[in-house]
């Protein structure tokens, strides 16, 4: 996940942070939202993580 990450961050421009400054979060969201976040992730061929970290990464992004 982290490799795919990497390479999405890459593609998109963006500055890869330390080994040290990666974190960690748990969160519980609803079987119908990460169903259809597993199905997006799918299509555009990468893990759930890769897709829910650059989702938050541009939403973060576009705020500060």
Same mark, same amino acid.
């Given at each position: 996940?982290?490799?795919?990450?990497?390479?999405?961050?890459?593609? *998109?421009?963006?500055? *890869?942070?330390?080994?040290?400054?990666? &974190?960690?979060?748990?969160?519980? =969201?609803?079987?119908?939202?990460?169903?259809?976040?597993?199905?997006?992730?799918?299509?555009?061929?990468?893990? *759930?993580?890769?897709?829910?970290?650059? =989702?938050?990464?541009?939403? =973060?992004?576009?705020? &500060?």
């Amino acid at each position: 996940a982290i490799a795919e990450w990497i390479d999405a961050a890459k593609a *998109l421009g963006r500055e *890869l942070p330390g080994p040290s400054s990666l &974190g960690q979060w748990r969160q519980r =969201v609803p079987r119908s939202l990460h169903e259809k976040l597993k199905i997006v992730a799918a299509r555009e061929g990468v893990s *759930l993580n890769s897709y829910v970290a650059n =989702v938050l990464a541009e939403n =973060v992004g576009r705020v &500060g």
